[in-house]
């Protein structure tokens, strides 16, 4: 006949508690961890989408725009969601002066509670209310308010400067043809001077039923529309007057 010894297993004691040196090790990594929780991505990409947006409302205030409309497209590195979490996001970009539009990369950093760095590109489009040519603009033309009008246009594909009023170009003059329905930038236009300072002009007096000329000397250069200084050569008075035409200025009896 044989024998089996047989052991009895131990069952644990449910309230036994880990050594004192065991509890210690546990709470320091808990301590060691408890600032790198995964980043959530879509927190880190809601915090870049306010700083792009931050960025564009204070770049169209500098061009006197108010509102504008715009898309935001945000393309994360892989890999972003295991980065600790961030106290402070730093995010910048390189050229800071150049517009917050089209292709941009941004580099994100972080130094507590732990240290870290990454990138970030966004395509950013923006619409802007811009001044184009109403019809195709022939070379020396000078601009007059028919000639022009105003369009909403995404701007990050234009690459010079951008016109938000006619009024300031009315009386430039055309350098190089401009397409109709492009934009009227600076760049393609130079000042027309239709009253030359010095040269003699035609002074044309304007009220409801009465209308007289005289003879005139300008004391100032003049674009169309413009209120310049002109001196009478009968009376020798100066006066001032709008440029109207070439060599033309009307004033109003009442107002000198």
């Not at 150049?98 to 970030?120: D, F, H, K, M, V």
């Not at 393609?188 to 003879?215: C, E, K, M, P, S």
């Not at 310049?228 to 004033?251: A, D, F, M, P, R």
């Amino acid at each position: 006949m044989c024998y089996m010894k047989s052991r009895l297993k131990r069952t644990p004691n449910a309230e036994e508690k880990l050594p004192l040196r065991k509890q210690v090790l546990s709470l320091l990594l808990l301590l060691t961890f408890a600032g790198s929780i995964p980043v959530h991505a879509n927190e880190l990409e809601q915090q870049l989408r306010q700083h792009i947006n931050r960025e564009i409302d204070h770049f169209t205030r500098q061009l006197g725009v108010k509102d504008s409309k715009r898309n935001i497209e945000l393309f994360l590195p892989r890999g972003i969601e295991k980065m600790s979490q961030c106290d402070k996001l730093q995010i910048s970009r390189r050229q800071q002066a150049e517009p917050p539009w089209g292709r941009i990369s941004y580099s994100l950093s972080c130094s507590t509670p732990a240290s870290w760095q990454s990138r970030a590109t966004a395509r950013i489009s923006v619409w802007l209310d811009l001044v184009i040519a109403q019809r195709t603009l022939e070379r020396e033309e000078v601009l007059a308010e028919d000639m022009l009008a105003i369009k909403t246009l995404e701007v990050s594909q234009i690459n010079h400067g951008l016109e938000f009023q006619t009024a300031p170009l009315i009386g430039m003059k055309v350098r190089r043809r401009i397409a109709a329905g492009q934009p009227v930038a600076r760049h393609l236009l130079q000042n027309a001077y239709l009253v030359t300072n010095g040269n003699h002009v035609t002074i044309r007096v304007q009220q409801q039923d009465f209308q007289a000329t005289a003879r005139g000397v300008a004391l100032a250069d003049g674009q169309l529309g413009e209120r310049i200084k002109v001196q009478n050569l009968t009376s020798g008075k100066i006066i001032e007057g709008t440029v109207v035409g070439e060599n033309l200025i009307e004033t109003d009896s009442k107002r000198n």
